[in-house]
C-alpha cells in the first residue's frame, strides 16, 4: 500500500473537517441540517459509491470468492473487536452494562462514513466494492451483537434485523445480481454513478467538522480513562492485532489491504444514536466517536505502516 497516496488522503481529509468546523462554529447544525446531510451521504452518495465499484469491476470467480471471502473475514474480526474491548473492560470497576458499552466502541469502526471513501480514494472501484463488503459485515454484528449486548436481556428479535434493510444494502444486493446476470447500464448512467460517488467522502468530513463545535459547545462530562480505553483498543490495539493475524494466513492482497483500512477507522458514528435508542451513555458515544475521528488522522497512516511490516 502507498503510504504516500494514504498520507495524501488523510491530509485531505483533515482540511475537509476543519473547514466543517468553521462552517459549524459559525452557523451549527439543527437537527433539520444534521439529518439533511446523513440523508444524502446514506441513501445518494454511498449507494453509488457501491454502484460505482461494482460496475467498474469485471465480476469473474476471483472478485466473488473475494467478495465472500472478506464478508466473513468482516464478521469474525468485528466480533472479535467487541471481545477485547469487553476484556479490556473487565479490568476496570465498572457496571456490566458500561463493560459492553465499551466493547461495542471498541470493535465496530465508521467503515462506512469514513472508510469506504478512503478505500474508493485508495484502491480505486473494486477498492470500493470490497470497503462496502466489509461495511455490510460491520452492519450485521452491530444489529445482531451490538444490540443484544446493549439490551439488558440480552434478546434477540428479527424485528432489529429491519435496519439492515437499508439503500446502501439495497445497492450491493441489485449491483452484485446485476452484475452477475451481466447487466451494465447505459455509459450516462454509470457516468451518473461515478460524479455522485464523489460526494461522499468530502460531505461526510464536512458533517463530522460541523459536529465538533457542537460537541465542545456542551462541555461533555465524560472521564479520560471511559475515553481512552476504547479509543485506544479501535485505533491501535485492535489494528495491530488485525494486522498480525492477516499476516499468519495466506490471503489475497486486495482483501488485506481494504481489511486492514477497515479497522483502522475510527469509532462508528452511529455509536451515540444507538446508545441513545437503547438507554445507554449517549455521551460518552458521541464523544469516543468524536476524539477517535480526530486522533484517527494520526493513527491510521502508523498503524498501516506497521501493519506493512508484519505482513512484509
Not at 441489485?174 to 460531505?203: C, D, H, N, Q, Y
Not at 481512552?228 to 498480525?244: E, H, R
Not at 455509536?271 to 451513555?281: K, Q, T, V
Request: glycine share 8%; hydrophobic share 55%.
Amino acid at each position: 500500500m502507498e503510504l504516500q497516496t494514504l498520507q495524501q488522503s488523510i491530509l485531505v481529509m483533515a482540511v475537509i473537517i476543519g473547514i466543517g468546523s468553521l462552517i459549524g462554529y459559525r452557523q451549527p447544525l439543527t437537527a433539520d441540517s444534521r439529518k439533511l446531510v446523513i440523508t444524502i451521504i446514506i441513501n445518494v452518495a454511498m449507494p453509488c459509491i457501491i454502484l460505482d465499484g461494482i460496475f467498474q469491476t469485471p465480476m469473474d470467480k476471483q472478485v466473488i470468492t473475494q467478495i465472500f471471502t472478506i464478508f466473513l473475514i468482516s464478521i469474525l474480526l468485528n466480533c472479535l473487536g467487541i471481545l477485547l474491548g469487553w476484556a479490556g473492560a473487565r479490568t476496570l470497576p465498572l457496571p456490566a452494562k458500561k463493560r459492553r458499552e465499551i466493547a461495542i466502541l471498541s470493535g465496530l469502526g465508521n467503515t462506512g462514513f469514513i472508510g469506504l471513501p478512503l478505500c474508493a480514494a485508495l484502491f480505486g472501484p473494486k477498492g470500493a466494492l470490497l470497503a462496502a463488503i466489509f461495511d455490510a459485515g460491520v452492519d450485521v454484528v452491530l444489529w445482531t451483537v451490538g444490540v443484544m449486548m446493549l439490551q439488558e436481556k440480552g434478546s434477540f428479535s428479527l424485528k432489529g434485523l429491519k435496519t439492515l434493510i437499508n439503500i446502501p444494502m439495497i445497492a450491493i444486493v441489485l449491483g452484485l445480481g446485476s452484475a452477475l446476470i451481466g447487466f451494465a447500464p447505459p455509459e450516462p448512467v454509470k457516468s451518473l454513478f461515478g460524479t455522485l460517488s464523489k460526494l461522499a467522502s468530502p460531505l461526510a468530513m464536512m458533517y463530522i467538522g460541523m459536529l465538533l463545535p457542537l460537541f465542545l459547545r456542551n462541555k461533555p462530562q465524560v472521564s479520560l480513562p471511559l475515553l481512552g480505553m476504547p479509543i485506544a483498543f479501535k485505533l491501535f490495539l485492535f489494528p495491530l492485532l488485525t494486522a498480525f493475524l492477516l499476516s499468519i494466513f495466506s490471503l489475497d492482497q486486495d482483501i488485506v489491504s481494504v481489511a486492514l483500512i477497515q479497522v483502522a477507522m475510527p469509532t462508528l458514528t452511529l455509536a451515540s444514536i444507538l446508545f441513545a435508542r437503547y438507554s445507554a451513555d449517549e455521551e460518552m458515544g458521541a464523544m469516543t466517536t468524536v476524539f477517535s475521528t480526530l486522533l484517527a488522522l494520526l493513527s491510521i497512516p502508523a498503524v498501516v505502516l506497521m501493519g506493512n511490516w508484519l505482513l512484509h
